[in-house]
C-alpha cells in the first residue's frame, strides 16, 4: 500500500510538471514528502532542479524552463542583455544565469537570475511575446541590440548581434535612433556602415 501511494505521488509530479512545465518547491510540497525526496527525483533524472527552489520538467530545455520561469515568478523582471539577444536569435553564447531588468528601487535575490537594478528612463523596449507557448516579457530586438552595444561596444557579441539583425528584420529606424537618444548608444552609424557595405 505504501509502495503505491509513493507510486501515486510520483506520477502526481511528474504530470503536474508536465502541464505546468516549472513549479516551485512550496508549489510541489503538497505532492512530494520532502526536500529529499525532490532531491532524489533531480538524482534520478526524472526532474530537473533550476536551483533557487525552482523545478521543471526533464522533458523541456533547463534554459527554457528557466526563462519560463521569469514571468510567473518574477513578474516585473524584463528579460535583458545576453539572454534577450538569445532568445531573439541574434546571439548564440551560453547562458549560465537568466539576465533581468528591474526597477533601480525593487530587488530580486535568486541564484538563477543576474539581476541589473536599472533606472526608470532605460526601461524602455519592453514587449510580450510567445515564447514556447508562454508569454514573456522582454526588450525587443532594436532594444536588445542597444544593450548590445552597452555592454560590448565594438566587440564580437554586438557585430554579430548587429549583422543577425539585419539578415532576420527590416531595420526599424525610428526606433533604432529613438534608442540610440535615450540610452546614449550608437547602434545607427553601425546599421547605416553595414548597409552601406551590402
Do not use: C, W
Given at each position: 500500500?505504501?509502495?503505491?501511494?509513493?507510486?501515486?505521488?510520483?506520477?502526481?509530479?511528474?504530470?503536474r510538471l508536465?502541464?505546468?512545465?516549472?513549479?516551485?518547491?512550496?508549489?510541489?510540497?503538497?505532492?512530494?514528502?520532502?526536500?529529499?525526496?525532490?532531491?532524489?527525483?533531480?538524482?534520478?533524472?526524472?526532474?530537473?532542479?533550476?536551483?533557487?527552489?525552482?523545478?521543471?520538467?526533464?522533458?523541456?530545455?533547463?534554459?527554457?524552463?528557466?526563462?519560463?520561469?521569469i514571468p510567473?515568478?518574477?513578474?516585473?523582471?524584463?528579460?535583458?542583455?545576453?539572454?534577450?539577444?538569445?532568445?531573439?536569435?541574434?546571439?548564440?553564447?551560453?547562458?549560465?544565469?537568466?539576465?533581468?531588468?528591474?526597477?533601480?528601487?525593487?530587488?530580486?535575490?535568486?541564484?538563477?537570475?543576474?539581476?541589473?537594478?536599472?533606472?526608470?528612463?532605460?526601461?524602455?523596449?519592453?514587449?510580450?511575446?510567445?515564447?514556447?507557448?508562454?508569454?514573456?516579457?522582454?526588450?525587443?530586438?532594436?532594444?536588445?541590440?542597444?544593450?548590445?552595444?552597452?555592454?560590448?561596444?565594438?566587440?564580437?557579441?554586438?557585430?554579430?548581434?548587429?549583422?543577425?539583425?539585419?539578415?532576420?528584420?527590416?531595420?526599424?529606424?525610428?526606433?533604432?535612433?529613438?534608442?540610440?537618444?535615450?540610452?546614449?548608444?550608437?547602434?545607427?552609424?553601425?546599421?547605416?556602415?553595414?548597409?552601406?557595405?551590402?
Amino acid at each position: 500500500m505504501r509502495k503505491n501511494v509513493k507510486s501515486q505521488s510520483l506520477s502526481n509530479v511528474l504530470a503536474r510538471l508536465q502541464k505546468e512545465k516549472v513549479l516551485s518547491a512550496q508549489q510541489l510540497k503538497s505532492s512530494v514528502s520532502s526536500r529529499m525526496a525532490l532531491k532524489r527525483l533531480v538524482e534520478d533524472g526524472k526532474i530537473v532542479s533550476l536551483g533557487a527552489g525552482l523545478y521543471a520538467s526533464s522533458r523541456i530545455d533547463p534554459f527554457v524552463a528557466s526563462v519560463i520561469a521569469i514571468p510567473r515568478f518574477y513578474p516585473k523582471a524584463i528579460l535583458s542583455n545576453i539572454t534577450a539577444l538569445v532568445i531573439h536569435g541574434l546571439s548564440d553564447e551560453s547562458v549560465d544565469r537568466i539576465d533581468v531588468d528591474i526597477p533601480r528601487d525593487s530587488s530580486i535575490r535568486n541564484a538563477l537570475l543576474r539581476v541589473h537594478r536599472v533606472p526608470a528612463k532605460r526601461l524602455v523596449g519592453i514587449t510580450a511575446m510567445k515564447f514556447h507557448g508562454e508569454i514573456i516579457t522582454i526588450y525587443d530586438p532594436e532594444r536588445s541590440l542597444a544593450e548590445a552595444f552597452r555592454f560590448d561596444k565594438g566587440g564580437p557579441i554586438f557585430y554579430k548581434a548587429l549583422k543577425r539583425y539585419l539578415r532576420q528584420h527590416d531595420p526599424n529606424m525610428a526606433l533604432i535612433l529613438k534608442y540610440d537618444g535615450l540610452l546614449g548608444t550608437l547602434v545607427m552609424p553601425h546599421v547605416q556602415q553595414e548597409l552601406a557595405d551590402v
